[in-house]
């Protein structure tokens, strides 16, 4: 397994560096910026990434979003000396957190938490379970795209609504669609992406504009005029 270890702090990385070598990680390459860790990522394919969350050029945060960019299947695990930043906030098993100091017992819980995720091809094999990292005030939540039900323009930011809330993403909407090119989205405004698996109903409305309902949500998204004209014909071609 190879890792890349991504923090500000040098005691902290070197720390977290010895630790992963007594629990048998040995392939390591050390970042002590975000810049440095984006370059590696770049050049180098990891298995997994431990990024400290609180960085002065860039949160890990905004760096686990580039990296998942640069490979979707990388895993990330993120550092953090707060402790708000907890296990409730992350929404999947497939990513973890150490709270520092970290100690040998909680690296030991993560790899074998990523272990389990590579034997089960849960993200290694499997293109359908990538995740998205987006926050919420001072929550972090890691969304499997399948759980989407909508993407919204925010200005520089996108919004992504799942069933249980909405969260924020720094990115604009062309990345969301370079992300989401492989699976059942489609743009039906400039402002907004849908997830076809989730609509539960369309009704055309003035100017020959969808009204979008989805399941197990009361939100509804009004198309563009252009955007339903090319929603209708994606529709169609799926149907024949």
């Known amino acids: 397994m190879k890792a890349l270890i991504v923090d500000d702090e040098k005691l902290a990385l070197n720390r977290l560096q010895r630790i992963l070598k007594e629990e048998g990680i040995s392939d390591i390459i050390q970042c002590n910026n975000p810049i440095d860790a984006i370059k590696e990522v770049s050049k180098t394919k990891f298995d997994v990434a431990f990024l400290d969350i609180s960085m002065p050029t860039m949160t890990g945060l905004e760096l686990a979003n580039t990296i998942i960019n640069i490979n979707p299947n990388i895993f990330i695990i993120f550092q953090t000396a707060f402790a708000e930043y907890a296990l409730e906030a992350f929404q999947s098993g497939g990513l973890d957190y150490l709270l520092k100091p970290i100690s040998n017992e909680s690296i030991k819980k993560s790899l074998e938490k990523l272990e389990k995720y590579i034997k089960n091809n849960s993200l290694k094999e499997n293109n359908t379970s990538k995740k998205i990292i987006a926050k919420r005030g001072s929550k972090i939540y890691m969304i499997d795209l399948d759980d ?32 989401l090119k492989d699976k059942n989205f489609f743009r039906v405004h400039r402002s907004y992406i849908v997830n076809v698996d ?43």
């Open 148 to 179: 989407i039900y909508y993407i919204k323009a925010d200005l520089d930011e996108v919004i992504i609504k799942i069933k249980e809330t909405d969260a924020y993403v720094r990115k604009k909407m062309q990345d969301m669609q370079e992300l």
């Open 198 to 240: 989730k609509i539960k109903s369309m009704q055309s409305i003035e100017q020959s504009k969808l009204e979008i309902s989805f399941v197990n949500i009361d939100d509804v998204v009004t198309s563009s005029k252009d955007g339903a004209k090319e929603f209708r014909e994606f529709i169609e071609k799926r149907s024949v």
